[in-house]
């Protein structure tokens, strides 16, 4: 966690940094409050079983600037005969962004044909996302997560030759720690693929609860930079259940919990980084209630971490 006075650790790591020329400032009270947008990730009304132009509505009204749709949620719209330019426009008019979407396309996995197949779902997944004026997609270790010992090199060449579809598809895919996962669990791991793809076009999409999951250290984040985080995904978590057995359904409102999230906040502001901060729930007891009461809820609950953050 970042601390003020920096410990022996931070010091040592900043201090090598510093010698290729990339130090960070720490936080201060002279770095300005960052401009944060806010984002919904429609998983956090998963479970009310809304229409994607309900979703979209929801969003607009509780008052975020930004949605994060899944992909099948867009491919079943258009399968029942609804227009996606209409859509775009729609989302446009109520002064909505597609920052994001969610996708599982298995482009990670060593399986030739398996992987090929997940390539060809890369590529319809990001066609749907730019009908409606999308710009990035999540490229999680989808398929590659129960057995340990993917090859991160070629993992990397996966991901560079993933980014380059993207380029031709105007959606950039964005490399996503999974907690749960047995390969890409970590900051470490993810940030190795992206850096190794060599690709410039590379960028991460962090979660609170899965860099808790994974066991990844948060001070991590401050070898990133704005580039890197593009949007990330927020939440909180309890003390129990532990990191071991704690699920995705755990997850609850942002300070609501024990996650550090003002330091996460602070790391930002010392990297010159405003992430769209996408909330990110798959809680069982949020689904049961008022679609637009959790997503306004939620957004009331970001604002006042950052807030809480920043003293204002």
Not at 227 to 245: C, G
Request: glycine residues 8%; charged residues 20%.
């Amino acid at each position: 966690m970042i601390s003020n006075p920096m410990t022996r650790r931070q010091g040592l790591a900043l201090s090598a940094i510093s010698t290729l020329g990339l130090a960070l400032p720490l936080y201060s009270e002279t770095i300005p409050k960052p401009k944060f947008n806010y984002c919904l990730n429609t998983s956090t009304l998963r479970g009310q079983e809304l229409t994607l132009d309900a979703e979209i509505e929801i969003t607009a009204k509780a008052g975020y600037q930004a949605i994060e749709p899944w992909a099948n949620k867009i491919a079943d719209y258009k399968k029942n005969g609804n227009s996606l330019a209409d859509l775009k426009k729609r989302i446009a008019d109520l002064g909505l962004k597609v920052v994001s979407a969610i996708g599982f396309a298995h482009w990670i996995v060593d399986d030739e044909k398996e992987r090929q197949e997940g390539f060809e779902q890369a590529k319809l997944d990001m066609d749907l996302i730019a009908q409606i004026g999308g710009t990035r997609l999540a490229a999680p270790p989808a398929g590659a997560t129960k057995t340990p010992g993917l090859n991160l090199d070629k993992a990397a060449q996966r991901y560079a030759q993933l980014c380059d579809l993207g380029k031709q598809m105007g959606v950039t895919p964005q490399i996503e720690v999974w907690g749960h996962s047995q390969n890409l669990s970590s900051i470490k791991d993810s940030m190795y693929v992206a850096l190794a793809s060599g690709h410039p076009d590379a960028c991460f999409l962090g979660d609170i609860y899965h860099l808790y999951k994974g066991g990844s250290d948060f001070d991590s984040l401050r070898l990133l930079g704005p580039h890197a985080l593009q949007v990330f995904h927020f939440n909180d978590y309890p003390s129990d259940p532990p990191r071991e057995t704690i699920k995705d359904e755990h997850r609850i409102y942002p300070g609501d919990g024990i996650a550090p999230i003002t330091e996460v906040l602070h790391t930002f502001a010392a990297l010159g980084a405003n992430p769209y901060l996408s909330l990110e729930l798959f809680n069982r007891t949020y689904w049961k209630q008022d679609a637009l009461s959790v997503a306004t809820t939620g957004l009331k609950k970001m604002q006042a971490c950052v807030d809480v953050a920043f003293n204002s």
